[in-house]
């Protein structure tokens, strides 16, 4: 798969929630996760991290998204129960072997 295919295929299973464990289809073995609240290592332990605390009743609105051979990058809002607005995010994926090796995760953590 292409980096935004990648992208939007971890979005669609984030956001689902369910068979979260088929984001192991989709990682590199070398994977690694930053955010303003986790990091992470590893595929499984990232993944895990997903399983023992699902997101729930969480939406995104994709605003725009950019992509070369090795990476993609999604802006988008992000909303859920408890937050007043929508939050903007970007998240940005590298891609090697057609897999994703790492996403950052870049948001304002203000609201929660």
């Keep these: 798969m292409e980096p935004l295919e990648l992208a939007l295929r971890y979005m669609e299973i984030f956001y689902s929630g369910e068979n979260l464990e088929e ?3 989709i ?3 070398s994977f ?10 590893s595929a499984s332990d990232y993944i ?7 997101p729930q009743h969480c939406s995104y609105k ?3 998204s950019f992509a070369d051979d090795s990476s993609a990058c999604l ?7 408890g937050i007043a607005v929508p939050v903007p995010m ?6 090697s072997g057609g ?13 929660f």
């Design 48 to 54: 895990e991290s997903l399983i023992a605390d699902p």
């Design 62 to 64: 994709l605003l725009h």
């Design 75 to 81: 802006l988008y809002q992000f909303t859920k129960p």
């Design 23 to 25: 984001l192991h289809d």
């Design 90 to 95: 970007a998240q940005l994926f590298e891609v």
């Design 27 to 29: 990682f590199g073995e």
């Design 32 to 41: 690694t996760f930053e955010g303003p609240f986790a990091t992470f290592d």
């Design 99 to 111: 897999k994703i090796k790492r996403i950052q995760l870049i948001f304002d953590s203000a609201p």
